[in-house]
């Protein structure tokens, strides 16, 4: 019988998706389940529209009920068993999860940019002859002083001392950029007119400061690689404009090459002292000196040396003390502090387990091969949870503040140093608990969550849970609270005799 001209097109599209989704099924079942499908289909069409109910909510109803012979073809073409069970049992594998948290490693990386913080730390420093540079570093609890004291007194000390061949000072603060597409905040150091010639380094295009632009060119500056890039979108005729900072205009002289990195590495705009900073406060931490070491000089005889001069200058920069350290190493300084705090986490957390492992009498049943692996899997899954979250805090408070203010202020590395330390009690929390949950056997979760004993006896609560390996493998009984030192997780291995009451369909593990 040929349908009604109403609902030709309803039926059409009705048998189109049925032959699309017929295609899951396997071929010697797709003729009849085509022709079940699409007998129902046209009866409940002719149904509705003879009743004269086909009305938009029942075309609806109708849409959803076609597009879901997609589901029921599959499980035709798949064992409907063996998926649930291979999808409720494989997150509990120790691979899913290594797998999981790789991902999640390499997420955060491609998210970053591979680190570019990290890797910046480990680069070659961009310095002419890097191991003759130290970076004598003023700080203070909410110390400040002029900046003209620093910068009328860095020259003295360069004349006098034995120590050094040279020396410039710097100051940074954070400042304004206002551009064609808007302002953003960045990053500004003033520095000494010789700041670059103590560190080797030349212009990318232009020049650098050099000694008289204090008063020749007093309102010049130089940007860095990655403000020309982003701001100015690489205008090769950006040298010899005015850009206004700090609600003043100012004369581009350089760009900086695109290695160039300096206290802080998104520092944007680099203006060189001069007279009209007079009277300029700046607190002691945002400020330090340069020092190109002689030839065989130490580190520790040039620290010996201007600590004199710091003590001969007084009260002239508010009591504030200073540390003098190679530059590499105050470079590098931030980065090493967070990868030794992971490497002491990462120490303490076999410790931790360790003790949670044994005590559980785990290891008088398992074999060599089995504890090698149980240590194995829980000391890689650690180590990536650490490292995500190293990476993670660096990178991700660097991209939060970028994006939110175009620039890195100086508390960036405060808060990266805080979420470091949250994401990590986090990270080693679930790791311990994760571990203290899989069997000793195949490291897979521990299911089958059951409460033992009566409520009454403990505070209304029960004695302990109890949770057992979905292969047969073991049960573990967790205390509800330790009352003594002998109710710690107990581990007990079960025998083949078990197996029967557990599913027979393994899954392949790790």
């Not at 009604?4 to 699309?20: E, H």
Request: proline residues 4%.
């Amino acid at each position: 019988m040929k349908p009604p001209r109403a609902i030709r097109g309803l039926i059409w599209q009705s048998a189109l998706v049925l032959r699309a989704a017929s295609l899951l099924v396997p071929r010697a079942m797709r003729a009849e389940w085509y022709r079940e499908w699409h007998a129902e289909l046209w009866h409940r069409i002719h149904f509705l529209y003879e009743s004269n109910r086909l009305t938009p909510a029942t075309r609806m109803e109708l849409a959803r009920d076609c597009w879901g012979s997609f589901a029921d073809a599959a499980w035709l073409r798949f064992d409907r068993e063996r998926v649930l069970h291979a999808a409720r049992e494989i997150p509990r594998t120790a691979r899913f999860c290594l797998g999981s948290l790789t991902l999640v490693l390499v997420l955060v990386l491609l998210g970053s940019g591979f680190a570019p913080t990290i890797r910046r730390a480990f680069a070659s420093m961009p310095y002419s002859q890097p191991e003759r540079l130290a970076d004598l570093s003023f700080y203070g609890n909410s110390v400040y002083y002029p900046m003209d004291t620093l910068f009328n007194t860095v020259p003295v000390w360069a004349a006098k001392s034995a120590t050094t061949e040279s020396a410039a000072g710097y100051s940074w603060y954070t400042a304004r950029i206002v551009t064609t597409n808007g302002s953003r905040g960045v990053v500004a150091a003033r520095v000494s007119p010789v700041f670059f010639e103590v560190l080797g380094v030349t212009a990318a295009a232009g020049r650098v400061f050099r000694a008289g632009d204090e008063h020749e060119c007093a309102r010049c500056v130089v940007i860095s690689h990655h403000v020309w890039v982003t701001t100015f979108r690489s205008d090769p005729s950006i040298v010899g404009q005015y850009i206004s900072v700090g609600n003043k205009d100012r004369l581009v002289i350089g760009v900086l090459p695109p290695g160039f990195r300096f206290v802080s590495p998104e520092t944007a705009v680099w203006a060189v002292t001069s007279p009209e900073a007079e009277g300029l406060n700046n607190f002691a931490d945002h400020t330090g000196v340069v020092l190109r070491l002689r030839p065989g000089v130490t580190l520790v005889a040039a620290s010996r040396e201007y600590r004199n001069f710091v003590r001969a200058a007084g009260v002239a920069f508010g009591s504030a003390d200073f540390n003098i350290d190679s530059i590499s190493s105050r470079m590098r300084q931030g980065v090493h502090l967070y990868m030794l705090f992971t490497l002491v986490t990462f120490v303490g957390s076999l410790i931790m387990l360790s003790r949670h492992f044994f005590s559980a009498k785990a290891g008088t049943h398992l074999r060599a091969a089995g504890v090698m692996r149980w240590w194995a899997f829980f000391a890689v899954k650690t180590l990536l949870l650490l490292v995500t979250c190293c990476v993670g805090s660096i990178e991700g408070v660097r991209l939060f503040f970028l994006s939110a203010s175009g620039s890195v202020p100086a508390m960036a590395g405060a808060v990266s140093t805080w979420v470091f330390l949250i994401t990590t009690i986090l990270a080693l929390t679930w790791s311990l608990r994760d571990q203290r949950h899989r069997c000793r056997n195949c490291l897979c979760r521990l299911t089958h969550e059951a409460y033992v004993g009566v409520p009454g006896y403990l505070f209304l609560d029960y004695w302990g849970t109890e949770l057992v390996c979905s292969h047969g493998h073991g049960l573990l009984h967790v205390p509800q609270m330790d009352a003594c030192w002998l109710e710690e997780n107990h581990w007990t291995e079960l025998d083949s005799s078990w197996k029967p009451l557990f599913e027979s369909e393994e899954v392949n593990v790790l």
